[in-house]
């Protein structure tokens, strides 16, 4: 088999997913270079050279990188923050190896407002209505709340308060979930005003997919449709999360989507997509992932939440270990520019994520739930690592935010670890995850129980069919 050297650029579960698709290519001998933020008991495993890089920064990867490109043939990075510093802008000036992941510029989610102009002005029609505050546009307090509190009775304070870029503030607050009044909305509005521009967007009703192509700088390979679950607790109740599990079915569009649906996002992303890269001196720059869309699907055409720049977490890891074809192949793909499509498996995969009492609040608001005697301990993974005696490849275990310390995994503050079920349906495939689930002890962690329940997708056919009958 031919050898191949593959730096990958790590933070959690959606890096163990790449890693694991790496090294299960059936037509290359993988050897992997990872820099992790942490050590990660799956990463170090399959690393042939691992090293802890907490901050990420993108010269100590370059470091890494020289030290090591005689053996590396190409790099992916899946985190934001490296791809935002421009990871990829620097690891090819400096060591010449491919790096699969959008360039600086083409980040655009460093910037909301970069975000909402572009689609503006190619996409309108799927871009909720929104203004732009700018700190230097304002002499003083007064004139800004004036001018936020009318756009407010232009939205009938359905609003979404964006800062444009992270900030210290309060990040994003929505209208119903974190305010229920101006006064309140303003307060957030101003928390993050202090450190920069903020943008303020209506809040749209319906129900979210995320949809995710692969990009050679030439072509946009669309994936099939996930549903991330945000909210921390059972039936969506509690704070936004990074999410705390995802779905994918069988098809390529979600349960509660008609086909009209899918092809409306197919439409709009290849649109953007189209005018987008042409205006780049370079469209080899847009390589990897540079559209991960949330869209909302609405009683009208689907809406467009928000973009990254990168493959999702968690929905990524409900498609790589079902692609068809040899993801490392895919990768070379993306380099050449030849990569016109990727085939997926026709089967449904659910990832559950299991999490520390402080994610999500959950010690705040079930206290007498947290199982304190077991905060702090190590993690068991064996008896979910030992079900793939009885799934085989129908299940996998992705350590995310873990540990390897003297031997024992032990669990941070993120998301500690996904556990991935596949199966010919969504209730198979959900049965597995939350079987792998459940198996993992110690840690004190905690998982929502209805990720892709037919309960769930129940509720989320019925909300979308009345919103379009009352249109």
């Known amino acids: 088999m031919e050898k191949v050297g593959v730096l990958v650029v790590a933070y959690g579960a959606r890096e163990t997913a790449i890693v694991d698709a790496l090294a299960r290519s059936p037509n290359y001998n993988v050897k992997l270079y990872i820099a992790d933020k942490q050590l990660n008991p799956f990463n170090a495993e399959k690393a042939a050279k691992h090293v802890v890089v907490p901050d990420l920064g993108i010269e100590k990867i370059c470091s890494f990188a020289e030290a090591n490109k005689s053996e590396i043939d190409f790099a992916i990075v899946g985190p934001e923050k490296p791809i935002i510093d421009g990871v990829r802008d620097l690891l090819e000036k400096q060591t010449g190896i491919p790096v699969i992941c959008p360039k600086k510029d083409c980040a655009i ?51 979404v ?40 967007e209506e809040k749209i009703d319906g129900e979210e997919s995320s949809f995710m192509a692969f990009c050679d700088g030439k072509h946009l390979a669309p994936l099939p449709d996930t549903r991330d679950h945000k909210r921390a607790f059972d039936d969506d109740k509690g704070p936004n999360t990074g999410g705390m599990g995802s779905y994918k079915n069988k098809i390529d569009q979600l349960p509660f989507m008609m086909k009209a649906d899918r092809e409306a996002e197919l439409a709009i992303a290849k649109k953007i997509f189209k005018e987008w890269t042409a205006k780049m001196p370079d469209p080899s720059a847009a390589r990897g992932v540079p559209l991960y869309l949330a869209f909302m699907h609405t009683r009208g055409s689907p809406k467009i939440l928000e973009n990254n720049s990168r493959p999702g977490d968690p929905e990524i890891i409900n498609i790589l270990p079902v692609l068809k074809d040899d993801f490392v192949d895919v990768c070379f793909r993306m380099i050449d520019g030849s990569l016109s499509r990727v085939e997926v498996q026709k089967v449904a995969t659910v990832l559950t994520y299991k999490v520390p009492p402080s994610y999500g609040g959950y010690a705040d608001v079930f206290p007498a739930k947290v199982n304190h005697a077991e905060v702090g301990m ?58 792998g689930i459940n198996a993992i002890r110690g840690g004190a962690l905690w998982n929502r129980t209805d990720i892709a329940s037919k309960q769930h997708i129940a509720k989320c056919v019925r909300h979308l069919k009345q919103l379009r009958a009352e249109a």
């Open 161 to 200: 308060v964006k800062p444009d870029k992270p900030t210290a503030g309060k990040g994003v607050g929505v209208w119903g979930d974190h305010f229920t009044t101006r006064e309140q909305l303003f307060e957030h509005f101003m928390s993050n005003f202090q450190y920069g521009t903020v943008i303020i």
């Open 378 to 435: 190590p993690v068991d993974l064996s008896k979910a690592y030992a079900l793939t005696s009885k799934y085989g490849d129908r299940i996998r275990v992705y350590p995310a935010s873990m540990e390897l310390r003297n031997g024992q995994v032990y669990a941070l503050k993120s998301r500690v670890v996904g556990v991935l079920g596949v199966g010919d349906s969504i209730e198979e495939a959900r049965k597995i995850s939350l079987e």
């Open 109 to 159: 989610e460093a910037s909301k407002v970069q975000q909402r102009l572009l689609f503006e002005e190619i996409v309108p029609e799927a871009n909720p209505r929104f203004r732009v505050f700018k700190p230097e546009d304002y002499a003083s307090v007064d004139a800004v709340k004036k001018d936020v509190f009318g756009w407010l009775r232009e939205l009938d304070n359905q609003a």
